[in-house]
């Protein structure tokens, strides 16, 4: 072979390798956490029967800058039409601790500062703006506008129960002592409550679930757990117990 | 010696065994009652949906989800691209032990599927809803091992429902069944405003709007999405077109169909350019608009010369009506362009209509490869079922004749007041037809009432159709409804059609269907046709109120006058609640010497984040009677697109409103300042006791107040 030749066939072969995108199989039960009633029904299809969550075995990590891609076919098979089945994954951070939903949901038009100090003992807060704050959000403190905060675990676990402009500002009124003693002009905003779960899709009987996407996820995520939830509606009368059938999971990691 | 001829038969007879044989030769799908074969679908979304369809009907038919054992014969699903219509589908058997559902692509493999339910099960997917399918009980079945392909013929099919809400759900669930199933070939409808958006291009591209009366037009509501054209003469309008095309392309490669359809209403560019594609002597056409096809023509031409160069296989949609209704003479149509001509098809019924709309038709056929029809049922708007079931399969068999390859049907059965379906084997057999309108619809129609009520009670079922059919294509073009309408769709709410029914039309249906009732086997049959009589006196009860009420709307306020309730707010809001989905209270006060005596009145708030607000009062209405509600309102600081409304709607105790009457609303919309007075009358319906829902509310307003006074019902004093 000529060097022409061989630089050629390095420089294809090298390029097949830049652009072949990584995958993370789940299509063997030992991809699987080792309790999951995962059967396998033929050559890459597995099958789980009645109401489950299944968790992938390995813990994968995870770059903000690539898009996840769950690969395969994902559905249930006939009999229990009208349940749902969820294909997902549980975010955690770099100590692959689960990222709560409400330390990295902001809801960012309710970004403010605090106006006068809050001691341990107070039921509200007073806060220079609260026209976009609502009654169903949590409030997190010590935030950043550039959202750098995020994750951010300093949470007042508490929903307001009354919001009111005052002289002072804005206040926010809570059922209980907010227990946490925050100085004047702390950066704070209301976060959105969820699930532990981030879905990435949910079906009903009769519909196949592939190329679901996922990408720029909770901010600080640094691994992922797979999770597929089956018969989430629990079981009616009449109804056949679900089975989720999984053709070739994998996902697909790509630039 | 053995003759020649003796040889000669003696192949003969092999021949004919071995045929008998192979005519013979089955595959099994069940046996005993079991699944008996495996599904192997290709790996791909739309193999393995198209599986899911069959292993569905073979659960449903079986009673129970069994597997075949290891080494069972196969049916397998495939897509072979470009070899089979996008659409077509093909059944083999390649060896003994294998079938192949093979689909020119996703849908192809799917109608692949579903055909093998229907003709090999007998699934039928009779009317929208678990009811409406019908899946027989098998223990065996064993398929012909005969090759089969098809293809449909019609290659949009669009019995349009609307967009997705609640109230339609359950027929958009199941168009799909009769292969009425998106990705569409030929995106059709209004287009161009949504191209050039005033808010994308209104700054930086002003010409790309039309001259109207002299002045740049940038469109602005009322008039931003209807009666303007973007200027089509303009060389960076169709550069622009081409591009947002083609990127659209770009990011999908399964789209490559874009409508052109122009924006509705008139607005066409009056730029010395533009106007040299007027034609010279520029008076309204046939059907009354000015002409400005060429200009709209050779504007989508270029377009299409455009994006085709990229992608040929591209296929646009023109509208062809209002102002470019007919075709130009002699013009050169792009290949890639599809005109949509739009007109309800019922007109045919009057030669002259027919003759008109076919010198419209003949206009186009000739210049283009390929025509799609949007024709009009408009099922909800009617009182009346507007089932024509011969009338539409003789169309689409015209239709075929003259190039038609596209249809959309503004259909709309279902909606918030009209839940159950009535019009019988209609969409069934309108899928049916598009898909091969050489089916003799005879078949279909006896199919489908044999399947849903049994073969004893289907010929008065279908007799019971065929008086539609005879009212809506014979007795109705003889009425004044009929001569009122001449245009391009017949006015579904004017129900004054109603006049021209024979006195015993209803009398004579509900003998039909109380014979089907009465003849139809137990079980599904039954529920189906107590079902069908059911949607039959909910509208022969909402027709024959109309007919009543048409008599109350013409009764003069003066005879109103026995009071039956009346309330001017000063003790309060009393019985008036809020409609039990609605929580938020915060914009409904008795205020106190805002009324039109300086007593108090009713305030309806409007707030910022509420879109309006609504009261409601529930009568029990126990007598038969005509009545009169009134009530005076006044808007203050309102902004321009405020509604103020009065509404009544007929309930069960429950609130829960019958179907079977009309919902009567009344909208005022007054500025001045100063009161007015809303009213309307009505008559009770037939069925008694029943409760009356009366709602006064407000909406499309972000600031201001609407007051409310004086609101009373009157009856008309029985003798």
Known sequence: ?255 | MISFRKILSAAALFFLLFAVEAAEKTFTVIKDGKTAVELVPDENQACLEASMIVEKFLYKSTGKYSEAPAGAPQICFTIEKGKLDLEGFRFSFPSANKMVITGGGPNGVMFGALEFCERFIGVRFLYPGPAGEHVPKLKNLNVPMKEFSDAPVYTTRILDSGNRHWSRKRYQDWYPFLRGRAPYRLAIGHNLYKMFPAAKYGKTNPDFYPIIDGKRFIPAPPRLTVHWQPCMTNPAVVKEAVRIICDAFAKDPDLRTWSLGQTDGNGYCECENCKKFYPENDVPHLFGSLDRSLLYLQFCNKIAEGVTKKYPEAKFSVFAYNHTSIAPKGFKLHPSLVPVITYDRLNWVDPKRKAMDMERQKSWSDIASEVCWWDYYASNGYALPRITLHHIANQLREGYKLRVRHAFIQHTPLGIHEQTWTEGPLAYMTYKLLWNPFQDENKIIDDWCRTAVGPEAAPYLKRYYERFEKFWTKDMPKGDWFKRCARTYLIPTWHDYLLDLDKDFFEECAKDLDMVCKLAPAGDCKTRAEYIRFGFRERRNRCQFWLKNRYARMISPESFTKVFFEDNFNKGLGQWTLPPNIKNSGSVFITPKAGYDGSNALELRFLPMMNGSVIEKMFKITKPGTYRIEVKYRSVGVEKSFVSMISSDWCDKDGKSLNSVFYSDLHGRDMSGDWKTMAFNFTTPDLLPTYLKVRIGSCWSKTGTIFFDDFIIKEVPQK
């Open chain 1, 1 to 255: 072979m000529n060097l022409k030749k061989m630089t050629a066939a390095l420089f294809i072969a090298g390029a097949a390798l830049c652009s072949a995108a990584e995958v993370y199989d789940l299509s063997r039960i030992e991809d699987w956490a080792k309790k999951s009633p995962l059967k396998v029904h033929g050559n890459g299809i597995l099958r789980a029967t009645g109401r489950v969550s299944l968790f992938s075995a390995k813990i994968y990590p995870y770059d903000a800058k690539k898009t996840y891609t769950f690969k395969g076919m994902y559905r249930q098979l006939p009999g229990s039409d009208s349940n749902i089945f969820r294909i997902g994954f549980l975010p955690l951070d770099k100590d692959k601790k689960l990222i709560e939903y409400y330390t990295s949901h902001p809801n960012i038009a309710t970004e403010t500062v605090l106006v006068k100090a809050a001691a341990a003992t107070d039921n509200f807060i007073v806060i220079k703006d609260g026209k976009k704050w609502n009654k169903s959000g949590l409030v997190a403190y010590n935030t950043k506008p550039d959202r750098s905060d995020l994750p951010n675990k300093n949470i007042i676990r508490q929903v307001p129960k009354t919001i009111e402009q005052t002289a002072e500002g804005w206040k926010i009124t809570f059922a209980r002592p907010i227990g946490i003693a925050i100085p004047a002009g702390t950066g704070i905003r209301q976060h959105y409550q969820g699930g532990r779960f981030r879905f990435a899709g949910n079906g009903t009987g009769g519909q196949v679930l592939s190329n679901m996407q996922f990408k720029m996820m909770d901010p600080g995520m640094k691994y992922f757990q797979v999770i597929v939830v089956s018969g989430a509606n629990g079981i009616k009368p009449g109804e056949q117990i679900p089975v989720i059938e999984m053709r070739k999971p994998r996902i697909e990691v790509t630039e």
